[in-house]
């Protein structure tokens, strides 16, 4: 659902919208460009006036100047913006999509982010075949004859998402969506945390991604049709302690998305299959506790059904993307390859964040899996 300029988004005023007017006023080249024709149109048509100092002033100095500025300023983001869409797209668009034929897995799909896809895909298709893989069972009724599904399951199990995968092929179709949004976080520090802890996190939250990409992908090869998204973190770029352990696992989101983009181009001659990543700051789910103590003009806290709504309008784009949520997480992001007096400053900035990382899940310390 594009955000609209007249309707202040769920989250308040803050940088985005204001990004957002300006990319469509000041900054935008078109706009610019009627700006150029009227004031051209108005020279031609006062020539004799137009000579003298009183109306030249305007549009001879500074004015002009400022126009081209924000006209330069347009035309290279416009350009920014092309080269991003067709690198990330091989250059080719999409086959059209039947949404009443897709058939679209979301793990995590029961609460927050991936409860929100659900509810946006059936709300732009009710027809959409919508497969829920998840360990908590959902809240809500499923009928029987409709489309959405639902198969019980610890992600940290390979061996339960190896069944599971061929019971979604045998029972539903081989998926050609398929959103990797399950994730859990333990909040432990590198010391402090158990080995059922960490060894969890990494089960869930990288390791099912990869399998699941790896079970479902070759359907999509052999058509040259589908679509992977994959829920990531700023916590893998910016990392505060005690998230050691979800930050490497959100770092190899990406590194997994990256990966795969060009194994489809370069290895599998499928680029028409579609990679796209979310970065999230901190988002209203049920795994977040706290208060971020962060200016909610810059950072707000992002409402779940803004990241369902993005990742929905993504898949329905047919375009390869990688958002970021807020947006200024994407310069914060640069930080990475920027100074590191920055970074560290940045990190340590972290400290003020008043969030409960803990986590919601229970294990059981002898087995190390999830229990009820």
Partial sequence: ?????????????????????????????????????????????????????????????????LISTFTLLGILLKLHDFLNDQILNNWNNADSWDWNQEIVVVTGGCSGIGLSIVEQLLLRNAQTTIVIV????????????????????????????QQICKAIKADVGDPTVLVNNAGLT????????????????????????????????????????GHIVGISSMSAMITPAGLADYGATKAGMIILQETLRAEL????????????????????????????????????LIHVDTVGEDVVDVLYSRRSRTTFWPGISRYLASLRGGPEWLLALATRSTENLRVDYKGRQKLDRATGRLID
């Fill in 1 to 65: 659902m594009t955000r609209s300029l007249f309707k202040l988004p769920r989250e308040g005023f803050y940088i985005d919208f204001l990004v957002l007017w300006s990319r469509a006023t000041v900054l935008n080249p078109y706009l610019a460009a009627l700006i150029w024709a009227s004031v051209g149109f108005w020279r031609f048509d006062n020539r004799e006036a137009f000579s003298t100092t009183v109306y030249a002033w305007p549009f001879d100095t500074w004015y002009a100047s």
């Fill in 186 to 225: 333990r909040g432990q520090t590198v010391m402090e945390g158990e080995y059922g802890d960490v060894e969890m996190t990494f089960r869930t939250n990288i390791i099912a991604p990869f399998l699941l990409t790896k079970e479902f992908l070759p359907a999509m090869v052999a058509r040259n049709h």
């Fill in 134 to 161: 998840d360990y908590v069972k959902p809240l809500f009724e499923i009928a029987a004859d409709g489309p959405l599904r639902f198969y019980q399951c610890d992600l940290s199990d390979s061996t339960a998402i």
């Fill in 265 to 300: 181009k370069f290895r599998h001659n499928a680029p028409k299959v579609r990679v796209s990543t979310a970065v999230l700051g901190f988002i209203k789910t049920p795994m977040f506790k706290g208060k971020t103590n962060q200016s909610n003009f810059l950072s707000p």
